[in-house]
């Protein structure tokens, strides 16, 4: 595995990147070679959240992880458009995704059209380790910083 054969393709915000994050990752690469990774851009991002990282910011972190090997920004387009044009111009042999991906079926028929082998990872582990994800740890840190201020 070493002549970078195979090539993934993963996509995703990572605001606040976590061990949630890192074990998803981690899985993504033991599937491909060289793994490519799309950050979500901070004009996509606030369409869910406030983004608490920006997009530069987080772009850097992703390229400073072992498992990853590229990273570059989604398109400007929301979804699922953002995605496609990477799929079509990568043609990678895995897209790995989430179960929770809301163009989970478009993203599949793209997918098979293309010849690319999609991979659905669910988001969260039966032990619970890297259950977490950055809504519910901006959620505690809201509800430890009410705590602290009602003493």
């Given at each position: ?6 090539i993934?393709?993963t ?21 491909c ?53 990477f ?65």
């Amino acid at each position: 595995m070493n002549d970078k054969n195979t090539i993934g393709l993963t996509s995703g915000c990572f605001n606040l990147l976590h061990p949630g994050h890192l074990y998803f990752l981690n899985n993504c690469k033991k599937l491909c070679d060289k793994l490519i990774v799309l950050v979500a851009r901070d004009k996509i991002t606030s369409q869910k959240r406030i983004p608490v990282i920006n997009e530069e910011q987080r772009k850097y972190m992703l390229e400073n992880l072992k498992c990853v090997d590229e990273v570059y920004f989604e398109d400007k387009e929301l979804p699922p458009n953002n995605i496609i044009r990477f799929l079509e111009g990568f043609k990678p042999d895995f897209y790995i995704t989430n179960s929770d991906n809301p163009y989970l079926k478009l993203y599949r028929e793209i997918c098979n059209k293309l010849e690319i082998q999609i991979v659905v990872m669910e988001r969260y582990t039966h032990d619970g380790i890297f259950n977490i994800s950055t809504t519910s740890i901006i959620k505690e840190i809201i509800k430890q910083d009410k705590e602290k201020q009602n003493g």
